[in-house]
């Protein structure tokens, strides 16, 4: 577990997520310029949000979060990708994701990360449904006559599976071209 910083500035903006580590941030930077048109991710910073805490204010409130996450007890998951798809956002932007089946052990980790956080941190359970998922990309004009084909493509193309032993508290911050994620603190799962 890495020491929880304060930083800087005294709102943050948080979320919860688990990594994707090697083979599976491999596999993803080789998707890289498939497609022309998509404001690719850096695969260094690919992940699956559990829990998005927005903008959070305080260092009580900050401690009070780290606390929650330190007391978890469960164990590392397997992130086992699926087909690629995607989101439809306002303004027509698409993002671009590869679905995470959702198992049993990354579902009950998810129910233990909201019940931590709603217990220990006062924080309210989340109401939208936990859909798991890797972002890799956004499509500022969607193509649809090339974007079914890739979709299809990378569909029938399997990806590895990744174990992931810690959980790790992120902090946001806007980049000049795309969002930076600062890892704040980081809790292990057992093996």
Not at 21 to 33: C, K, Y
Not at 138 to 149: G, S, W
Request: one cysteine or more.
């Amino acid at each position: 577990t890495k020491a929880f910083p304060m930083p800087g500035s005294t709102t943050v903006r948080l979320f919860i997520a688990l990594g994707v580590g090697s083979p599976l941030s491999d596999a993803i930077a080789a998707m890289r310029g498939s497609l022309a048109g998509v404001r690719w991710v850096d695969p260094a910073t690919c992940h699956v949000t559990l829990r998005f805490l927005g903008e959070v204010s305080g260092r009580d409130r900050l401690e009070d979060i780290d606390m929650a996450l330190s007391a978890i007890r469960a164990p590392a998951v397997l992130l086992r990708p699926e087909a690629p798809g995607v989101f439809q956002q306002d303004g027509g932007q698409q993002t671009l994701w590869i679905g995470v089946e959702r198992n049993a052990p990354l579902l009950h980790l998810h129910r233990k990360v909201d019940t931590a956080l709603r217990r220990s941190a006062g924080l309210a359970i989340e109401r939208r449904r936990f859909v798991p998922h890797i972002t890799i990309g956004a499509i500022a004009v969607p193509a649809p006559d090339r974007l079914a084909p890739w979709l299809a493509r990378w569909s029938a193309l399997p990806l590895p599976p990744v174990e992931v032993r810690r959980l790790t508290l992120f902090r946001s911050l806007r980049g000049f071209d795309e969002p930076v994620y600062e890892s704040l603190a980081e809790y292990d799962l057992a093996g």
